[in-house]
């Protein structure tokens, strides 16, 4: 970019390992502004989430967030070929994981805000249609409380989320705030949300209501939230 107070990705860059310290040069990927959240092996193919648009802009958020899949991990295209944007309003990181029935589950970061206010939206997707999402679990609004950077992984049959916490606060205040206008509400809950206290933590995907339920706090002093996750 070239405002250093604004958000502004150019493009996706890779590079390929050729030999032993011998690597490419870099080479652009993917479509102007995209960032890839999450990518993860399941059912034999690559997956990612990834998103573009106008994240943390003074206009109302217009970001698209995609869902992909490769077969070896360098040609991608969209998990269902007819839904190539999976969502768009206030979304940008998308945790996700897939269940034993190869269903997908994810938890959406709501910080720019939509129709449906500010917060978390929970996501499923049936096996075979991973590019086509039920949003709950209540359609018409988020969860009020966001899980930030968030990183989703299946134990068993249950799937959990790692993500950012806040403490003793909801990030939507909903109720008379939301006489106030959108951008208003949305300048108020970011600036505020920054002052606040966090921490890192550990919820699990509730598959009856769709809801995210909080199991502890990650031992640690800091809100940093980037985890990495092995399969051991």
């Known amino acids: 970019g070239t405002n250093p107070i604004a958000f502004q990705p150019s493009a996706l860059l890779r590079i390929y390992r050729q030999g032993k310290q011998q690597w490419s040069d870099p080479e652009q990927w993917g479509h102007e502004g995209e960032i890839v959240w999450q990518i993860g092996r399941a059912k034999g193919k690559y997956w990612a989430s990834s998103y573009s648009g106008t994240h943390y802009s003074v206009e109302k958020a217009s970001v698209n967030v995609f869902f992909n899949v490769s077969e070896d991990g ?12 999976v969502y768009n309003g206030g979304v940008s990181e998308v945790g996700w994981s897939f269940d034993s029935q190869g269903n997908l589950w994810a938890a959406l970061r709501n910080e ?43 134990h068993g049959d249950d799937i959990y989320l790692i993500a950012r916490r806040e403490l003793n606060h909801t990030y939507d205040w909903g109720g008379k705030w ?54 051991i």
Request: net charge negative; no cysteine.
């Open 74 to 85: 360098v040609n991608w295209q969209p998990a269902s070929p007819d839904h190539a944007v």
């Open 112 to 154: 720019d805000g939509d129709s449906s206010g500010f917060g978390t939206r929970v996501i499923k997707a049936k096996n075979g249609t991973e590019g086509i999402w039920t949003v709950g679990p209540d359609p018409a609004h988020s969860l009020e409380f966001i899980t930030e950077s968030p990183r989703a992984f299946r």
């Open 178 to 231: 939301d006489k106030l206008p959108f951008e208003v509400r949305r300048g108020l809950f970011m600036g505020s949300y920054s002052l606040r206290a966090h921490t890192t933590a550990l919820y699990k995907f509730n598959k009856e209501t769709m809801e995210l339920e909080y199991i502890f706090d990650l031992p640690g002093d800091g809100d940093t939230a980037f985890p990495s996750i092995l399969r």
